[in-house]
Nanobody, 117 residues
Framework: VQLVESGGGWGQPGGSLRLSCAASGFTFSDYYMSWYRQAPGKERELVAGITTGSGSTKYADSVMGRFTISRDNAKNTVNLQMNSLNPEDTAVYYC???????????WGQGTQVTVSS
């Protein structure tokens, strides 16, 4: 099982970044996908989640209206489009898969996002 995040890096306040997570080793379409983040000295928090068929999404209040989660079950990928970035978005972002049937949870290794001017 692998979840490999990419697309992190440096972004300017007000700018945009797009994170991607490539999944392998499990039946992607059977898994609820989420993005979490962890800032220095803080607990890991849920950023956004998307159901198996993309029928429903949810977002943390802090990113509502700025971030968009999407998935492509044909390509086994989940993305996080991040707009209107602010310094409080600086964190390591993790991709998570939760099996609706298996109840198993997988995590990616994380990708750093830094927002500063």
């Amino acid at each position: 099982v692998q979840l490999v995040e990419s697309g992190g890096g440096w972004g300017q306040p007000g700018g945009s970044l797009r994170l991607s997570c490539a999944a392998s080793g499990f039946t992607f379409s059977d898994y609820y996908m989420s993005w979490y983040r962890q800032a220095p000295g803080k607990e890991r928090e849920l950023v956004a989640g998307i159901t198996t068929g993309s029928g429903s999404t949810k977002y943390a209040d802090s990113v509502m209206g700025r971030f968009t989660i999407s998935r492509d079950n044909a390509k086994n990928t989940v993305n996080l489009q991040m707009n209107s970035l602010n310094p409080e978005d600086t964190a390591v972002y993790y991709c998570q898969a939760y099996g609706i049937l298996s109840r198993r949870t997988f995590w990616g290794q994380g990708t750093q996002v830094t927002v500063s001017s």
